[in-house]
């Protein structure tokens, strides 16, 4: 724990949030009346820590937060404004929580499986995450009174349902993934929000895809620093600057996955992982071990029993692993037997427009990417395609070899 | 101040002042410059202290309307999905006065195509009403 002089930093302070919220309910509060309480002793921190800090944190917490509980039943205004008095003065009495596996349970709480995804996302920013409202809100690109609202209605059906079953991980797993993926367009550091709470998640479970989802995740964001130039235009794996990778962020990514398989219960998130940990691991875009990813796709393919319909990303992943191991024609075979579902998928056009470049068929390469660029639906992505449906036209690429990792 | 929404569009509006071909057609150079043209404006209308919003809006359209009680909604593409107007996105800014939106829709269409030339693009300027009623 922290000493009295020593300044309390916002980390300590929001891992603090799910330990204290997680006992708080445990001990038989309501879900929503506890979260409401816990955000104003949060409030309350703020204010009367920086002349008087507490000896012990998460007690401090957990009791203001236990006062406010009381108070919001009786409900007795001028009671509350004097007891606020008294707490600028005097610390609360310690009240006891548990770190133990709070961070799991308060995740099935706010993963609840009735919640729509969108709700399950805000709520796990919050309760589990720390963030505020505010915060959240900008992230999302809503204003903050449509975050407010989603929370409070997300809290809402919550009181209805029963939280003391363990909940379903692999919901759990899919909103920290959405959580990861968000994170790379807003203001806020969704991306390494979603490591965090990630982390945390190992720690309380040994589910193998929990570790594949860390793992994966920690893999994609060494490449981040590498995937934007200064001017925010998309640079494809095959051109970036590979000196920029976060090798430590590799290293740890690969432990984790390491440990994952050793458990020997395969899932997609550990395939995934396994996936990109080949890219990582290639000095050079010459030397990515194009078979062995082919071979994981493969893997991973098999998982649905509709893979085009259930996991576009994976089968036109693999289509790009065909045209490198088998050649650029076999891949855009492999995209033609999807062509009926995935037509009208961006993604399917830009997979189209890098097998034909790597071919050498640059006109069918543009037509393909300007395809692409019409279907994005994310501004950098459509800019990125419309430069490559450029490039591919420039008279001047024409000798410049094709590209060589995927797109 | 007055907000005014400053609308790009894929099609539609009055005659082009001249013909340009698709971007996807335009030299790399020509696409980088037009792109990074758009990126300044948004710093601009930013450090000017005038920018509210910048959206941009993919070409796909459904028309939509009640199908009736107990029906799914009825859709449609338009009765000239190649020609009738479509909105490619905007910025909304909010500004002194009606002058200076039409001052920097100017600047917007001034933006450079191939060859460096300004593209000359039409651009739709709408004022947003606003929702408190005036004061004078």
Redesign the interface.
Known sequence: MLEPTQRLDEGALRALVPRVLAALVRRGEEFAAAEDALQEALLEALRVWPKHPPRDPGAWLATVATRRLVDARRSDAARRGREDRLLERREPEPAGIEPGDDTLFLLFCCCHPDLSPASQVALTLRAVGGLTTAEIADAFYVPEATMAQRISRAKRALRERRLDRPGDLAVVLRVLYLVYTAGHVGRVDLAGEAIRLARQLVLATEEPEARGLLALMLLNHARLPARFDPDGRIVTLDRQDRSLWDTREIAEGVRVLRSALALKRRGRYQIEAAIATLHDDAASPEETDWPQILAWYDDLVAFSNDPVRQDPAAVLGRAVAVGHVLGPKAGLRETDRMRAVLGERHRWHAVRGYLHELGGDLPAAAAAYAAAARRATNVAERDHLVRQAARARAPELRSVAPPRSSP | MPKYLLLKHYRGGPEPYRPVP???????E???AH??FQ?HVGELLRENGEYVDAQ?L???RTWVRYGGPDAAPVTTDGPLPETSDLAAGWYMIDVESEERALELAAYVSSEPCPGGKPLYEWIDVREVMSGAPAHD
Do not use: G, N, S
């Open positions: 698709p971007m996807d057609d335009w030299a790399p020509d696409v980088e792109m990074a990126r941009a993919t070409p796909a």
